[in-house]
């Protein structure tokens, strides 16, 4: 999979309208490259939440390495969301996912916190609990791909 070429200096997060065309395009084509070709999965990305998420990149080597967008509560769940978590097949294993889920979490309190809840793939259960999160479901599947409902009580 080709990843997107658009030069990321620095850790941002940002609105969806703040997003530059660029940006925007380097996030789309990272979802795409994780979510459907690599775990070949046809879903729809375009979802509708994305204009009413924060969304955060963290670089790597001057492209995106990791990336998850932020809903604030009321838009998918009561709580807040993190949602779309990734990070890029030649970012992985440094450590990117768990700097992510940290400045995810702290991006929620500086908004004013509260709890977090997000739909997870089963399989990253132990990921998430190592940030606080906990079971609060039984499996389910969402796009032919296991996942689990997961809380963090702020």
């Known amino acids: 999979v080709q990843e997107q070429n658009f030069f990321i200096k620095k850790t941002f997060l940002k609105s969806f309208s703040a997003l530059s065309p660029d940006e925007l395009y380097a996030i789309l084509s990272a979802r795409n490259a994780v979510f459907v070709v690599e775990q070949q999965c046809v879903y729809q990305d375009a979802d ?3 204009q009413q998420a924060l969304h955060l ?3 790597h080597e001057g492209l995106l390495g990791a990336y998850c967008r932020i809903l ?6 009561p709580e807040w ?6 990070t890029v097949d030649s970012a992985r294993g440094k450590g990117l996912g768990h700097t992510l889920m940290q400045q995810a979490l702290e991006a ?3 908004h004013g916190g509260g709890a977090v809840r997000i739909s997870a ?3 990253l259960q132990r990921f998430y609990e190592h940030h ?8 389910y599947l969402e796009d032919n791909i296991p996942h689990i409902e ?3 009580q702020s």
């Open 108 to 110: 929620i309190a500086s």
């Open 48 to 50: 509708g939440y994305d």
């Open 81 to 86: 969301s993190i949602g779309r978590v990734l």
């Open 72 to 77: 604030l509560p009321g838009a998918k769940y």
């Open 57 to 59: 990149v963290i670089p």
């Open 121 to 123: 793939q089963a399989y």
């Open 132 to 139: 606080g999160f906990v079971r609060v479901s039984e499996p």
């Open 150 to 152: 997961m809380l963090r």
